[in-house]
């Protein structure tokens, strides 16, 4: 927002230039972005935290330069005259001689005051009131209109001001509104309403949303000669979803919502007069009609002196003290000798506890008048229980040339169920419109009570739909190559209650080796991902680490697998479903894997050990089979290892083959087994021995040995 120096001096004479002011009003927490210089006069730009709704105009701001240099506050003169109260315990004030205010709803608007002005000429504003305006950002309406917004401004309170005439039956009430009811806002948009909109109305009509914007039909024109003026009070959160509700955002739905000031409200009614009377002629009622559903009661606050020195560190005299709080608005008594009661001004909404005094001490006096030191030093720095292994993970994924990423922990619903899914009892159906009967139920996704869109309603399940859509934006700005991990933290529902589980996922498409003068690009292949996981596992101890196809349906049926150590699942992998990169737009194949790292964390990290290499010869069998496609790699080298053969030392698939030659549901593969000892040069008879029960052990699996 925008202030203007010059009547900023209006109501406090401070005794420095305009960038003086502006350096000390930052340095107090009123922070000036930057002086420009427009038309002859300084202006501020100014970046006024949510929770200063007081500090939003020029009285506010000047009456922190007050306080600062400690100068006197002028009072802003406003015409006064006599105030028709309500009786107690009524919501409705007495009846004006021709008009009468109504509030039907007292939680949602606490105050309306208003005033009548008579026998008004329309027409243009003073030159003064115009080109302040202009030099905040708006633009000049009407003397009525600009009365209200050079208010505003000023005050900081925002005013409406009605055509008179234009409202049926004498009355003002505000309401809740009645299903179904429109209202043509000032922007010329007709607003459906709802019962859970504030707004103001006339004996038959909503003439306004209470807090946000005027009625269209009631609005300001060069045919009006009688005005009624608003100064009221709503309710914050009232206010706020209203805005939200209809897609507005004004000036006076930005002050109501965060917190306007209830006492101010007959000053700013009166002070809208009294610039309407002088630029628009008229006669004014001599009563202002002041309505009161209730009166916000905000407590006292104790402060202490000897939590100033505890806090800040400092000594702060008690008539420092009570000088900067009075400057500020604050009322204050002397309790005791170290005690003040501080009563809170009704402007002052973020102060609701001890400490906030403490903050509004140490601003004005100075933050840079705080000594220079250290705080004490309390013990060292404690490191995590898994760091180490984190470390290790990190160090890892980077070495394999995976970038990390960070996404948001918020998902859509149908994404929280989809890849929540993380393993199933059995590989026989697979499906993505849901959950098969053999397979295990998904668990439950954990709902937001207020999300921010229907795309972030759910806790993530999975980390994998955040990489898919990091994946995504870097293939639609033409990075083909990408290759992305993330860890952080999972969510189920689990009854009344959620586990919170802690993954690693990894995602990877394009090339895996680019092309060069040693030949063509490689793709990236599941076999790529594959190796890229078991490296990852190799730093943990484990002695059983298998694979199966018990895989979740958003990965692709021959293209995915599960890795099992010892029989217990730590992660998932394979290929995108066609299907799930189909619906994502996403033209290319795309590999991913999430690892389940507190299962993985139970193993411990693999210590690197020294072994000699053998200066004994190593010696090399090779055996052919012909085996059924349901014979796994896994399978086979489970069944070799049954045979506990220390000399085993090597085990690997030379070739397989797949033709008319071996029939169809078979193959032919070709097993180099490599022998060595440590100790000695290994006999014939022995190699022959162990090559023996190696057949046998294929054989029982339904390998046949080819000749």
């Keep these: 927002m925008r202030i203007l120096p010059s009547w900023l001096r209006e109501f406090v004479d401070v005794p420095a230039d305009d960038h003086q002011l502006a350096e000390a009003l930052t340095s107090a927490g009123i922070a000036v972005e930057s002086v420009q210089e427009e038309n002859g006069e300084s202006v501020y730009e100014m970046d006024i935290t949510t929770n200063r709704v007081d500090a939003m105009n020029h009285y506010g701001v000047a009456r922190e330069a ?53 026998c008004v000429k329309i027409g243009a504003s003073p030159e003064l009131i115009v080109k302040r305006l202009e030099l905040l950002g708006s633009r000049s309406i009407n003397n009525a209109a600009d009365a209200t917004n050079y208010a505003l401004n000023e ?53 306004a949303l209470a807090g946000v914007m005027g009625g269209f039909d009631t609005m300001i024109t060069e ?25 507005m955002h004004t000036d006076a739905s930005h002050r109501f919502e965060r917190g306007a000031d209830y006492g101010v409200t007959p000053l700013a009614c009166d002070r809208v007069a009294e610039l309407i009377l002088q630029s628009a002629g008229g006669q004014l009622d001599p009563e202002r009609i002041d309505a009161i559903g209730r009166t916000p009661e905000r407590a006292p606050l104790t402060l202490r002196s000897s939590e100033v020195r505890r806090h800040l560190g400092i000594e702060i005299a008690a008539d420092q003290i009570e000088r900067i709080l009075r400057r500020l608005g604050f009322g204050l008594t002397r309790t005791v000798a170290d ?44 490191e995590l229980p898994d760091e180490g292994k984190n470390a290790k993970v990190r160090r890892t994924m980077l070495a394999l040339g995976y970038n990390e990423a960070i996404s948001i922990t918020f998902i859509s619903e149908k994404e929280a169920r989809t890849f929540g899914h993380f393993e199933k009892t059995h590989s026989s159906k ?20 207020n999300p921010l869109s229907e795309e972030a309603r759910c806790m993530r399940t999975s980390l994998l739909p955040g990489l898919l859509t990091l994946a995504a934006y870097n293939l639609n700005r033409g990075t083909t190559d990408v290759r992305l991990f993330e860890s952080g933290d999972v969510f189920e529902k689990r009854g009344d209650s959620f586990d919170e589980g802690r993954h690693l996922g990894f995602i990877a498409t394009g090339d895996a080796q680019p092309a060069s003068v040693h030949g063509p690009a490689q793709p990236y292949t599941f076999f790529h991902m594959k190796g890229d996981l078991e490296e990852l596992l190799a730093g943990f101890e484990h002695n059983a680490l298998a694979f199966d196809t018990n895989t979740p349906p958003y990965l692709h049926p021959a293209r995915s697998a599960r890795a099992l150590i010892n029989d217990e699942t730590v992660a998932i992998f394979g290929q995108l479903h066609p299907e799930q990169a189909a619906e994502r737009k996403i033209k290319q194949d795309v590999y ?31 055996f052919s089979f012909v085996l059924d496609d349901a014979v796994t790699w896994e399978k086979i080298g489970s069944a070799i290892a049954e045979l506990r053969i220390p000399e085993l030392v090597d085990l690997q698939p030379a070739e397989i083959y797949r033709g008319e030659k071996v029939g169809s549901g078979k193959y032919s593969l ?18 022959a021995q162990w090559s023996a029960q190696i057949i046998a052990k294929l054989e029982a699996i339904g390998g046949a040995l080819r000749a």
């Design 66 to 118: 007050s306080a600062i240099y400690d100068v006197e506050l002028k009072k802003v003169e406003a015409l006064s005259s006599p105030t028709i109260s309500p009786n107690d315990g009524e919501t409705m004030g007495h009846p004006h001689p021709n008009f009468s205010i109504l509030i039907d709803d007292p939680q949602g608007c606490a105050r309306y005051t208003a005033r009548i002005v008579r």
């Design 155 to 207: 005050l900081g309170h925002p005013t409406h001001a009605f055509d008179l005439d234009l409202l049926e039956g004498g009355t003002i009430i505000v309401r809740r509104a009645r299903a179904g009811e429109v209202l043509k806002t000032l922007d010329g948009v007709d607003r459906t309403l709802t019962p859970e909109d504030l707004v103001i109305a006339d004996a038959s009509k909503p003439i």
């Design 223 to 247: 045919r009006t000669r009688n005005v009624l003026i608003e100064s009221a009070w709503f309710e914050p959160w009232t206010v706020r979803a209203m805005a939200k509700r209809h897609g």
């Design 339 to 382: 005690e003040f009661g501080v009563h809170v001004p009704s402007w002052r909404l973020d102060v609701e506890r001890e400490i906030d005094l403490l903050e509004e001490i140490a601003r004005i006096d100075g933050y840079n008048k705080f000594p220079n030191t250290l705080p004490p030093f309390v013990g060292a720095v404690v």
């Design 430 to 449: 697979r499906s993505l419109s849901g959950a098969p009967t053999d397979e295990a139920p998904a668990p439950e996704p954990l709902l937001l009570a």
């Design 592 to 622: 991913l894997a999430e690892v389940m790292l507190d299962r993985l964390y139970r193993h411990a990290l693999r210590e690197p050990r020294y072994r000699r290499i053998s200066k004994f010869p190593a010696v090399k069998r090779d």
């Design 670 to 687: 070709l097993l180099r087994a490599n022998f060595q000892s440590e100790e000695r040069t290994l006999r014939d008879d022995e190699v």
